[in-house]
């Protein structure tokens, strides 16, 4: 594990990594208005932006807002069952977060209620040191990498204990604060800065997953 020596140019929104002994799960959900069927994924990395574990799954839902509860209440199960007791976790869903941190729920009246009241559970009622934040849209780009190209047609959850090879130039531009364009993909110059300093880490035989 190590952090890679080469700074990266730019100032803007990117991943951050979370504070010493925390670790930091990113959600994201993509949503399919036609068959009111979703993608939702999450990736966990610990302080130093090393990968802990993943998931992806597809889901029932009947908006996008429901999709995104799900990642997270999903996430946060995830990390309770794996022992994890320090915890930031992002999504680029304001809402989301809002009504997590803010509605009073004592008996819930739907389905989406249900599972407020459940991420409130993990977020405040357990013996862990848990904090929900929203981050923006350049700041989620492995997770929102996940859910358009990791999802499989199953509904069963699949947890990814390593990262799928698809997404370690992503996990490469988060750990050095690369800047993700608002579009969500890099552009050439970007690819080719990282690509250069993958093979050096390859050399020296560091990783970064």
């Keep these: ?9 730019g100032g803007g929104i990117h991943w951050n990594k979370p504070p010493p002994g925390f670790v930091k799960l990113n959600t994201d959900a993509s949503y399919k208005y036609d068959c009111q069927r979703s993608s939702i994924a999450g990736v966990c ?19 996008s807002f429901e999709a995104e509860l799900v990642a997270v209440r999903e996430a946060l199960k995830l990390a309770w069952d794996k022992g994890l007791t320090r915890v930031t976790l992002e999504s680029d869903s304001e809402s989301v977060v809002n009504r997590i941190r803010n509605q009073r729920i004592r008996q819930p009246k ?3 209620e249900e599972i407020i009241l459940e991420c409130q ?6 013996a862990w040191s848990c904090f929900i934040q929203h981050t923006r849209r350049e700041g989620n780009f492995a997770a929102d990498a996940m859910t358009k190209k990791l999802v499989s047609e199953s509904f069963e959850l699949h947890v990814w ?25 890099l552009d050439k110059n970007q ?17 970064w997953y």
């Design 161 to 185: 204990n390593h990262p799928p090879e698809s997404l370690l130039l992503i996990l490469l531009a988060d750990m050095i604060g690369m800047e993700v364009p608002r579009h969500g993909a």
């Design 110 to 112: 739907n389905q989406l």
């Design 1 to 9: 594990m190590c952090s890679p020596p080469l700074d990266c140019p």
């Design 121 to 126: 559970g993990y977020d405040c009622s357990r």
């Design 45 to 63: 990395r610990d302080e130093n932006g090393i990968w802990m574990f993943g998931f992806s799954s597809r889901v029932q839902s009947g908006s």
């Design 191 to 207: 690819i080719g800065h990282l690509k250069v300093l993958k093979r050096e880490l390859l050399a020296r035989n560091l990783h």
